[in-house]
């Protein structure tokens, strides 16, 4: 028997199970960027506007870092850069969910087990998700450049466009079939990919804000070099193919040296009893998020310490459509809120993850009830995010403040401006909970949908596709920019606590009268 055996039949059952998911990934992967392209159209109808507008984003280093270079100040080059790291994300993000979900979710669950006393291959798993993801992220270029060739848009650089984001997709996907053999939990292999794909983000945000080295290390850094619409570098396109070889290359070596459900990274064994630390539905669930709350409050720290030190920069460079420091800085505590919602909703959809192993029956079946386990979700979902935001706004604040001599008054202020999109946080989070105990079956895809539209309505609003009643829906809207000028009231953070108060209500009550499994 081949190693591949029963991979064609894996791969038709993938396409049954997700035959929602993937139709909403691919229009999702496509309406965003055609949207964005129809609105640059619309907003910079002449030359001049084009040139202008890309002055203004070249000279705001947050746009620079998030979004990377603008190429030419024309339609073409607006569209790749407004919607390339988008795009890139979004599939880098789908991948990474598709092929842990389908490898080592299958095994935590005994459904790849189950499967294994058939006839099928060691690789069968791995090779059917990674086909599955590669095909998907294929059919988005086809449809992202037909898309833009709709607008009038050159075919040529819609199709450079369309393959970079697939593959960005297709790396991330391959790291992703890497970490999920590295640990036995799909928690955990989630939390390695997505460190990997905040690492390779991160590069090549340093690169594009300095001298570029860096973003030739990142398929990030690919999808903005093959210079869609400004030029068409084709031959770009292989680096993604080899990295992408070499990675699944890895994946394969290293899951044919380890047992099935088992991890290379192995679990060490706890003490025969644990200490009255460690006793309680609080502290286990704690337990088993820490390392991700950790490692997520250490990246936001960096990203607020490099956002701080180059702040005062970026005041004396920026005019006109953005005000300096504080405009950088109000932008990225509301990219970094969006990325701290997605820790929030992951740690509500473990209560999904716990029911599917077997693991909240198991639980329930002692002393905790179901408010204390679901509770204990609750609390470290918006202790974590808490501390989150507070290291992003303690590092800024340290770094800007070291800059313009004055830590003290920086310290403070910067910290309340990120702690101040903690409501939209847990708006959201409410949400997923809300799902969770009302609608479970749906709760992990429309949660993340939900999470999606939101981003895309910021987008879309940006680039005059939405008015503001459409975006007022996103909870971040109505998150106060006090950097900005925009003043705190009472109404304007007791409105949105309130509303995620009655949304992790109803979520703790239906968790409580549903069935369990």
Known sequence: MSELTGARSLVRLILRR????????????????????????????TSDELRRYTEEALGNPAEVAMRGLIYAPTLGGVTAWGTGMAGALIAGVASLFLVIR????????????????????????LTAALSVVVGANLVVALVLAAALTGIGLPFGGGLVLGLSTAGTGIAIAAVAGIAAQMTAGAGAARGLAFAALAVLFLLRAIGDSGNGAASWLSPFGWARLSRAFTGDRWWVLLLFAGFAMAATTIAYFLAARRDNGAGLIPARPGPPSASSALRGMFALTWRTRRGAVLAWAVACAAVGALLGGSARDAAEQVSGLFSGANALFSFTFLVLS???TAFTIMTMLSLRTEEGNG??????????????????????????????????????????????????????????????????????????????????KAAIPVSWLVLGAFLALELAYEFGQVNKNLLDISPFSHTPRILLGTPLTFSSMTIPLLVAVALSAAGLLGVRRRDIG
């Open 18 to 45: 997700d035959r929602f998911i993937l139709p909403l990934w691919i229009v999702l992967a496509v309406v965003v960027p055609s949207g964005v392209a129809t609105g640059a159209a619309n907003l910079y109808r």
């Open 338 to 340: 969006q990325a701290v």
């Open 359 to 440: 693991l909240a029956e198991l639980l329930l079946a002692t002393a905790p009830s179901r408010y204390r386990w679901a509770g204990a979700h609750v609390a470290v979902a918006l202790t974590g995010s808490v501390v989150m935001l507070a290291a992003v706004g303690v590092a800024s604040g340290l770094t800007y403040g070291a800059s313009v001599g004055d830590i003290s008054g920086e310290v403070p202020r910067l910290l309340g401006a990120a702690l101040v999109w903690l409501p939209a946080v847990w708006i959201t989070a409410g949400i997923a909970l809300a799902l969770v105990g009302l609608l479970p």
């Open 102 to 125: 389908h490898t080592r979710v299958e095994e935590e669950t005994g459904r790849r087990e189950l499967l294994g006393s058939t006839v099928l291959g060691r690789h069968a798993g």
